[in-house]
Structure formats: structure tokens, C-alpha cells
Nanobody
Framework: EAQLVESGGGLVQAGGSLRLSCASS????????GGWFRQAPGKEREGVSC???????TTYADSVKDRFLISSDTKNTLYLQMNRLKPEDTAVYFC??????????????????WGQGTQVTVSS
């Protein structure tokens, strides 16, 4: 089962930046694409971004394109650099293994359970 630990969230003013980290202890992102998801209060969880270490493909939700940058520097880690944050980016952010990097609106967790996530709060 996937065990992932997300970190790096916090409270930031609009226009600020945060860098989220995700560490896997039970599988590698060489074998699976890695996805970031978020869930705002009262809303469904949504796909934010995806990266495939195998072919270098990355995808982003339209709402974060050109502001967020996904990366992975080791087979066990994912990062999400979030710039020019907006209040609507406020959510709990989760990472998960995904089957492949297609449209983020169709992105889903491939296996395992959701971690605790990391809270991102953007004040106006």
C-alpha cells in the first residue's frame, strides 16, 4: 500500500509562494506517475498536477498553469512549487501515485490510501 507524507503547507498572503514536498516509503515514482491533488472545504478533491519520471511528461490544471511547477528529483519524492498564490488555492493538498499523466480533471489515485495531506491557506 502506498504510504506518502506531504509537507510544506502553511499560511501565506496572496501573491506569495510555497513549496510542497511528498515522500514515498513504499513505492517509487520511477514505476508510477506522481500526482498532486487538493480538496477545498465543501468541494470535491481535484487533480492539480502530474509528473511522469519515465517520460518527463507534466500536466497542470488550467487554474494553476503558469503558477505551479511540479518536479521530482529522486524516485521517492515529489515537489510542487506554488507561486503567485491566490485565495482560491486554499485547500488541503495530497500526493498520490497515478496511472499516467493525462488531463488533470480525469486524474485519479492508482492505489493505496490518501495521506493526511498538508494545509495551504492563502489570505487575501
Amino acid at each position: 500500500e502506498a504510504q506518502l507524507v506531504e509537507s510544506g503547507g502553511g499560511l501565506v498572503q496572496a501573491g506569495g509562494s510555497l513549496r510542497l514536498s511528498c515522500a514515498s516509503s513504499t513505492f517509487t515514482f520511477d514505476d508510477w506517475a506522481g500526482g498532486w491533488f487538493r480538496q477545498a472545504p465543501g468541494k470535491e478533491r481535484e487533480g492539480v498536477s502530474c509528473i511522469s519520471r519515465r517520460d518527463g511528461r507534466t500536466t497542470y490544471a488550467d487554474s494553476v498553469k503558469d503558477r505551479f511547477l511540479i518536479s521530482s528529483d529522486t524516485k521517492n519524492t515529489l515537489y510542487l512549487q506554488m507561486n503567485r498564490l491566490k485565495p482560491e488555492d486554499t485547500a488541503v493538498y495530497f500526493c498520490a501515485p497515478v496511472w499516467a499523466c493525462g488531463a488533470t480533471s480525469y486524474m485519479s489515485r492508482a492505489f493505496g490510501s490518501w495521506g493526511q495531506g498538508t494545509q495551504v491557506t492563502v489570505s487575501s
